[in-house]
C-alpha cells in the first residue's frame, strides 16, 4: 500500500510500545514492574464518576456545541480565574478529547508547511509528530541536567528564526519534572515580546508540583504575553480521568473559532458524558488532588534517594510531574554477564526488562539518550521492589 508522507514519517508512541512489550512479558508469566505509565495509579474520585451516571441517567449522551458545553466553559473560565488569575470568555475556550487533541487542533489551525515550532528537550513524545503532522518543522533545544533541564532565555534566543512561529513550553515537564519558576518565565517572555511568535503552554502537570513551588504561566506575564499565549490543560493527570478524554485550551477568540472549526471537522464534540464529569471534577471538593500529590511527593523522595544510591547513577530531583529522569550514561559501554553491550537508552532499556524484569522508558524517546524515564505513578511496594532490582542489575554489568 502506498500510503501518505505523513504517515510513513510517524513514529509509533514509545511509551506505548514499552507497555505492549511489558505486557506480553506480563502475560508469560514474567513478575514485570511497570515504570512506564503515564497516567496516575489512583481512581478517578467517586464524585466524579457520580456526576458520569447522573448524566447517563439523566439522558444527556447526544451531541453538544463542538466547542464544548457552557457549563464546563464556565467552570474552565471559573477555574482559570481563580487559581491562575486569567480572564477569559466562552468564545475564547474550547474544549477536547483530551490536552493532546487540543494541541493537535492548534497545530493544524496554525502550522504549515515552512514554520519552525521551538520545543525545548528533553520533550513530551507527542509534540515533535504534532508539529510534523502539520508539516511544520520541530526546532530543539536541547537541554541538560547542568540547566536542570530547563532551557534559558540566550538558548530561546539562539532558536529564532524568521520562521519561528510558536514555542511549545511544558512545565513541570514530561520527562524530567522540570518547572519554571516565575521569574524564569519573565526572563524568557522578553524573548518572545518582541515577536511575532505565539507561544503553547501545556499546562497538564500544573497541580502536581511539589515543595511549595507557585505555578506560573507565561500568560500570567503581562496582558501582551497573554494575548500570545495559547493555554493547554485537562483534567487527566490532575483528576486521574485518562481515560475520559477531557482537554482544553484557552486564547486568543479569532484562534479559537478556528480551533472550534477544525475540530467540527474532525471529532466534533468531546464525549457529553465526559463533559458533565468534567463540571463536576473543577467545580467540586479538590482534597483528593492533595493526598494524590503528597502520595506522589513521598515517592519523588524515596525513588530519588535510592536512584542516587546507586554508584554510576545521577538523578535531579524534579519540581513537579510523576517522573524521574536518572542519567545512566555512565554504563554505556559496560558488558552484561552474557557479553552483550550496553550502548544506549534503548538498550540499557531493553538489559533492565531482561535482566531486573523492570519496564522502563528510554530517554531517546525524549529527545535524549542519557537518560530513561522513570514513572512513580505506581505503588511504594512496586517501587521499593523494582529499585533493589534496577540497582542489582546495573551492578552486575562490568
Ligand atoms: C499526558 C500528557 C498530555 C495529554 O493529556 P490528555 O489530556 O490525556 O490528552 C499532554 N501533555 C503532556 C506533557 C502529557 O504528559
Not at 458545553?69 to 487559581?83: G, P, T
Not at 514554520?115 to 520533550?123: A, C, F, N, R, T
Not at 468531546?270 to 463540571?279: F, G, R, Y
Not at 531482561?354 to 522513570?374: L, Q, S, T, W
Amino acid at each position: 500500500m502506498n500510503f501518505a508522507l505523513r504517515v510513513k514519517m510517524l513514529k509509533p508512541s514509545p511509551t506505548l510500545s514499552i507497555s505492549a512489550k511489558a505486557n506480553a512479558l506480563k502475560a508469560e508469566g514474567r513478575d514485570i514492574i511497570g515504570f512506564g505509565a503515564g497516567e496516575p495509579d489512583f481512581d478517578t474520585p467517586e464524585h466524579i464518576k457520580e456526576a458520569a451516571i447522573a448524566a447517563i441517567k439523566a439522558g444527556f449522551t447526544k451531541y453538544t456545541a463542538v466547542a464544548g458545553i457552557d457549563e464546563l466553559k464556565d467552570a474552565i473560565i471559573q477555574k482559570l480565574q481563580k487559581e491562575n488569575g486569567l480572564s477569559y470568555k466562552r468564545a475564547e475556550i474550547v474544549v477536547s478529547s483530551g490536552a493532546k487533541h487540543s494541541l493537535y487542533n492548534i497545530a493544524q489551525v496554525l502550522f504549515e508547511k515552512g514554520d519552525e515550532v521551538i520545543i525545548p528537550g528533553p520533550y513530551w513524545v507527542s509534540y515533535t509528530d504534532i508539529v510534523q503532522l502539520a508539516e511544520a518543522t520541530p526546532v530543539i533545544i536541547e537541554t541538560g541536567e547542568e540547566s536542570g533541564f530547563k532551557v534559558s532565555p540566550d538558548d530561546l534566543e539562539k532558536a529564532m528564526t524568521k520562521r519561528t512561529k510558536a514555542v511549545i513550553f511544558n512545565s513541570p515537564c514530561n520527562p524530567t519534572g522540570a518547572t519554571y519558576s516565575e521569574s524564569e518565565i519573565r526572563a524568557l517572555a522578553e524573548v518572545i515580546a518582541s515577536r511575532d511568535v505565539i507561544v503553547i503552554s501545556d499546562d497538564i502537570y500544573e497541580k502536581i508540583l511539589y515543595d511549595d513551588q507557585i505555578f506560573f504561566n507565561m500568560a500570567n506575564v503581562d496582558e501582551e504575553l497573554k494575548r500570545k499565549t495559547i493555554v493547554v490543560n485537562g483534567v487527566s493527570k490532575t483528576y486521574a480521568m485518562t481515560g475520559w478524554r477531557i482537554g482544553y485550551a484557552a486564547g486568543s477568540q479569532d484562534i479559537m473559532s478556528q480551533v472550534a472549526n477544525i475540530q467540527s471537522q474532525n471529532t466534533s464534540n468531546a464525549t457529553s458524558i465526559s463533559q458533565k464529569a468534567s463540571v463536576a471534577a473543577l467545580m467540586g471538593k479538590q482534597d483528593e488532588v492533595f493526598i494524590m500529590v503528597e502520595e506522589f511527593r513521598k515517592r519523588r523522595d524515596y525513588i530519588v534517594s535510592r536512584l542516587n544510591a546507586i554508584e554510576g547513577v545521577r538523578c535531579s530531583k524534579p519540581a513537579g510531574s510523576f517522573y524521574v529522569f536518572p542519567n545512566l550514561s555512565g554504563f554505556y559501554g559496560r558488558r552484561s554477564f552474557m557479553g552483550k553491550k550496553v550502548s544506549g537508552s534503548d538498550s540499557i532499556t531493553e538489559y533492565l526488562l531482561e535482566e531486573a524484569n523492570v519496564a522502563v522508558v528510554p530517554g531517546a524517546a525524549f529527545g535524549d539518550d542519557r537518560h530513561v524515564r522513570i514513572s512513580y505513578a505506581t505503588s511504594m511496594a512496586n517501587i521499593e521492589k523494582g529499585m533493589n532490582r534496577i540497582a542489582d542489575a546495573l551492578a552486575k554489568l562490568d
